[in-house]
């Protein structure tokens, strides 16, 4: 799954595909890169960002959108307006970093629509998120609250066969947690297919010791093998084109590349 934020303000990509033909061209460059899909988002949700109106998210998104119309695009947004018109404009998955608790209305329109949804784990909401970063056993309790949110989502009228979860790598969790949860990932496996987002973010920082976010494609390359390894099975990342030779190499000498008559 290739990044493409539509945003000013984005920690690592932000600015770089405000202009919806960058933004276009780069959606382009990653699918022919590989990507499977592509996560498509207006609004910020680094540490502390401040949040915008759904009107602003869809003007950046929704020409963007529609001009890859065709392309398997995710909607990265908690506005349940902005998952009705970025599916109407061409988008077939919603990607919800509050997994359906930030706008009582984004159930029913998943539900609605019968589309797949990703429910990220995140406690608060990014202006707040930081205060509730506390935890005996992370990766237990994301895997059990990610189950309640599961729950809400089946009892909405959403198919099971349609929901993946996220731990929500950065999101409510200190450095310290974000490692913990990527040791203990295999534990969400029961709750239901993961996608993990490491890609560039600040632990893996830390684990590297690379401070400018550009600067750690191949620490994300390799938490994201970690990440596969336990059973993730899609990847959010920014880095397409090395993600997918590292899988592909990784899958070859591991002997679960599906049969695309590569292998010997
Ligand atoms: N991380 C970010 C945004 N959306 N969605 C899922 N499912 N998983 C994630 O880990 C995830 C996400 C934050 O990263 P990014 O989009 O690169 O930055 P920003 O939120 O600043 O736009």
Known sequence: MGILNVTPDSFSDGGAHLDPDQAIAAGRRMVAEGAGMLDIGGESTRPGATPIAPEEEQRRILPVIAALRGVLISVDTRHASTMAAALDAGATVVNDVSALRYDPASRSVVAARGCPVILMHMRGT??????????????AEVASELAERVAYAIEGGIHPAVIAIDPGFGFAKTGDHNIALLRGLSVLNRVGPIVAGVSRKRFIGRLSGVDQERGRMAGSIAAGLFAWQQGARTLRVHDVAETVQALRVWQELSGTLPNTGMAG
């Open 126 to 139: 990014p202006e707040t998120m930081a205060a509730h970063a506390d935890y005996s056993d992370v990766a």
